[in-house]
């Protein structure tokens, strides 16, 4: 049991008025649930393959086919460079890593809407929610960076040469900034889909157009002009152009590139938190 | 005592009709003005939510101004009608929504329980749910486990711990979440009316582990319900809401008292028509030992009701059947008497100091006995009988039952 000492004024450990900091983010408060926010992980998880046959195994299944389908399309028929990387190790790298990010996006967008009925019965810090979707969907990072040590060994054994190189070293805080950019997005959109749920809907289409501004099914060296200005704008392209570099050995990221992801990361997620808190304390009244 | 909730000038406002979604004009130019410290354009000050009448504007206030305070130990039950915002209150004080206008203050850990077995997952096994469920409610991985057998015991689904609850029988599937909820070890509870689940038995077993808790614990208690009975056996105050406003706070057998009479007319009842085909009971009086129609009275007083009755109407072998209920609708006592073609009113005596202090009302009914009711009239005429001099009156609320009765000490 835990609420957080929000008082100034001592006597009361708990004052709750009409008024809030904007910049109070609690975030003490999240860290007192933070049981809650391992068991809904677990629970996502242990949900996730219930009742199925291949149970975990289900997490490789999705990136592998669509592994294939991007060969068969954008390799062969297309014909689009992969800098000489192996085609399916181009891929698997910008579908993992593509995926991680849409999949934060997405599920924390519904955020307030799919736990409505929860939200509306029990107070607990409403951050724990899209923090667990992300964390949780992390878990499923990891899995599929092991399909992608596994294609990357079967590669090695084959003598094709990868020049994986320390910037491999970077990825964890790749991760973190994607991460952090998935949520921060998530829940700005999930704070105004309490009214406007037109942008819901607007999402998983923004998402799919968002794919191709990202350096998933091409590299940056193949493009000129202002589209490669465009395409490297966008705060994503230097993360996964970091992956490739650090574990393929190509890649265009420079560490100027990582302090304006790092930068425009922060803004976003500042934000997203900002609205997030205000939108959390009345939703329930709106849904 | 220490003051353990102070709530001041806590009001909460709500807006009708269309909530936003198409009026994104309407949105900016609100937010506009209260962006530049201007009040809300659309909150119009003074609304109250009387859901009968047609307001002029779009918000009503579901609270307005509550000011109370709550001592520690003490177990209050909120009262009032269907909207007169007692679940909003609720909703406030556990910051589930927050306050248009106000504050509160609480000392100590704060849980509420608006719903049982919230965040339980059909999927996950009953063991799973525990730790699940109580975390969502504030508890702490190591308190969940030093309570698991405890939870298990008191829902008493030991064989069906590890099976998902999706297969649990709807029984023991909200005695799982309410055992959750009852352990949990906060200094002060807030309670919705989740004790309307299970079975007579488990609701008893629900309301004994409530009571336990504020009375040896010293844990406070928020606690709503619309069964009086259980709420003058649990609480020692009231809050009584209406129309979003604070009618009264006070002991709770004064506060039940007051929402009884609130309800009704004072002492009388009048059949607006009688053009029903056997409907005979045209009007119902209560009236005192001068013949003043009245609903209040002292416990020494005699109490009178006069029944009138259509006399055309009045049936062959029929009789006339009352019983007087108490502030929880149970019946008390029934009387009955043979009706007479030739006679319209009939006057019932309830002797001095037979009913104890609390809220009544009457039910009556006219019938042919064994074979057919005639005319039935439920819950009308509420009276309130007052004591302040008996020598049970020393015991303040307490519940010592309806009637006094007849018995000799030796």
Redesign the interface.
């Known amino acids: ?3 957080v000492n929000q ?1 100034k ?1 001592p ?8 008024k ?1 900091d904007l910049f109070d983010f609690r975030i003490k408060e999240v860290w007192r ?1 933070r ?2 926010l ?3 992980i ?2 996502d998880f ?2 996730f393959y ?2 199925t046959i291949f149970g975990p195994l289900w997490f490789f299944i999705q990136p592998i086919f669509t592994t294939v389908i991007y060969v068969f399309i954008f390799g062969k028929l297309a014909g689009i460079s992969t800098d000489g990387i192996p085609m399916p190790l181009f891929y698997l790298v910008g579908i993992t890593a593509w995926t991680y990010f849409s999949d934060c996006l997405i599920k924390t967008s519904t955020v307030f809407v799919d736990n409505a ?8 810090p409403r951050l724990v929610m899209p923090l667990s979707i992300v964390i949780s969907n992390l878990v499923r990072l990891g899995v599929q960076f092991v399909l992608l040590a596994l294609a990357m060994l079967y590669y090695g054994i084959q003598g094709v040469e990868l020049g994986t190189s320390w910037y491999v070293l970077l990825i964890p805080f790749l991760v973190f900034l994607m991460a952090a950019q998935g949520l921060g997005l998530g829940i700005i959109v999930s704070s105004l889909t309490t ?3 037109d942008l819901a809907l607007l999402l998983k289409f923004g998402v799919q157009l968002l794919m191709y501004l990202t350096t998933v099914v091409y590299p940056l060296s193949s493009l000129n002009g202002t589209i490669k200005t465009i395409v490297a704008a966008n705060p994503l392209t230097p993360l996964i152009e970091g992956m490739r570099l650090g574990l393929l050995g190509e890649g265009s990221f420079t560490f100027s590139d990582l302090a304006y992801v790092s930068g425009l990361t922060a803004f976003i997620l500042l934000i997203g938190i900002v609205v997030f808190n205000r939108v959390e ?2 939703f ?3 849904i | 005592m220490s003051v353990v909730i102070k709530v001041e000038q806590l009001s909460k406002a709500y807006q009708l009709g269309q909530i936003s979604s198409g009026n994104l004009t309407q949105d900016i130019e609100r937010w506009w003005k209260v962006a530049r410290g201007k009040p809300d354009p659309f909150l119009k000050l003074g609304e109250s939510n009387d859901r009968s009448t047609k307001g002029n504007s779009d918000m009503v206030w579901s609270l307005k101004n509550i000011d109370f305070e709550i001592e520690q130990g003490q177990a209050v039950g909120i009262i009032g009608k269907n909207g007169a915002g007692k679940s909003t209150l609720l909703k406030v004080l556990s910051q589930v929504t927050s306050p248009t206008m106000g504050q509160f203050k609480v000392k100590g850990r704060i849980a509420s329980l608006l719903e049982v077995g919230t965040g339980f997952h059909p999927e996950l096994t009953g063991r799973e749910n525990i730790f699940l469920n109580g975390a969502i409610l504030g508890m702490r991985k190591k308190e969940i486990s030093s309570k698991f057998d405890e939870i298990v015991d008191f829902a008493g689904v030991e064989r069906y711990i590890d099976t998902p609850v999706k297969r649990y029988s709807s029984g023991m599937y909200v005695r799982l979440a309410f055992a959750v909820a009852a352990h949990l070890e906060s200094e002060i509870l807030i309670v919705d009316e989740v004790l309307a689940v299970g079975d007579a038995d488990f609701q008893k077993k629900c309301l004994g582990k409530m009571g336990s808790v504020s009375k040896n614990e010293g844990r406070t208690i928020l606690f709503v319900s619309h069964n009086l009975a259980s709420l003058m056996r649990l609480c020692q105050k009231g809050i009584l809401l209406k129309n979003g406003e604070m009618a009264s706070y006070d002991s709770i057998q004064e506060v039940v008292g007051q929402y009884a009479q609130n309800e009704s007319e004072d002492g009388v009842f009048v059949r607006p028509n009688t053009e029903g085909d056997e409907v005979n009971i045209l009007k119902v009086e209560v009236i005192n030992s001068v013949g003043d129609r009245t609903n209040t009275f002292d416990f020494s007083e005699e109490i009178f009701l006069r029944f009138e009755l259509e006399k055309l109407k009045i049936q062959k072998h029929s009789s006339i059947f009352v019983m007087i209920l108490d502030a929880s609708k149970r019946r008390i006592f029934p009387t009955e008497t043979i009706l007479n073609k030739e006679k319209e009113t009939y006057t019932l005596k309830i002797n001095r100091k037979f009913l104890t202090r609390g809220s009544y009302s009457i039910h009556v009914m006219t019938h042919i006995p064994n074979l057919r009711a005639i005319d039935e009239l439920e819950d009308i005429c509420r009276f309130t009988v007052v004591d302040n001099t008996s020598e049970l009156s020393i015991h303040g609320g307490y519940d010592y039952g309806s009637v006094f009765g007849q018995s000799h000490w030796n």
Do not use: E
């Not at chain 1, 006597?11 to 009409?18: A, K, N, P």
């Not at chain 1, 009925?117 to 607990?124: A, E, N, T, W």
């Open positions: 049991m835990y609420q008082s004024d006597s009361w450990d708990l004052v709750v008025s009409s809030r649930y049981d809650l391992a068991l809904l677990r629970r242990v949900a219930k009742q009925h929860i939200f509306g019965k029990v107070y607990f009214k406007y749920r304390r009345s329930v009244d709106t």
